[in-house]
């Protein structure tokens, strides 16, 4: 879900191969929330930034990470404007192209979030 809490609105991540592997392998070791905070609830809004501040990377931000992935796709591939915004889950702001956009491109959305976790990976194959 994204967006304010009386305003949220489903939004489906397809995910890589690589991020099904890590889900499987800590697959039973959680409840229901894989990634959980340190009191074991849910990370809250903040979990990302405290993360952060305890590995001392204050020159980090989290928008930092969704910008760099926006600025990978724009510069090294040939994806559509329209499935990058959606795959950051970025609202139309034109209200007649809202109007007629209807699916969710999830199919071409899964192609990008694999090549993108292609990008990510270690040159060692990602056994880091």
């Not at 929330?33 to 931000?61: C, H, W």
């Not at 990978?72 to 559509?80: F, G, I, L, N, V």
Request: charge should be neutral; hydrophobic fraction near 35%.
């Amino acid at each position: 879900m994204k967006g304010r809490k009386n305003q949220r609105r489903e939004h489906k991540v397809p995910l890589s191969d690589r991020a099904v592997a890590i889900l499987e392998s800590v697959q039973g070791s959680h409840d229901e929330i894989v990634f959980p905070s340190t009191t074991g609830r849910e990370l809250s809004s903040n979990g990302m930034l405290a993360l952060l501040k305890r590995m001392e990377r204050q020159d980090i931000t989290i928008h930092g990470f969704r910008s760099t992935f926006r600025d990978w796709a724009a510069e090294t591939t040939s994806y559509p404007h329209e499935v990058v915004e959606m795959a950051l889950a970025h609202t139309i702001k034109n209200k007649a192209e809202a109007a007629y956009r209807r699916g969710d491109l999830l199919e071409k959305r899964r192609a990008l979030m694999q090549d993108w976790a292609e990008h990510c990976e270690p040159m060692n194959g990602g056994d880091e």
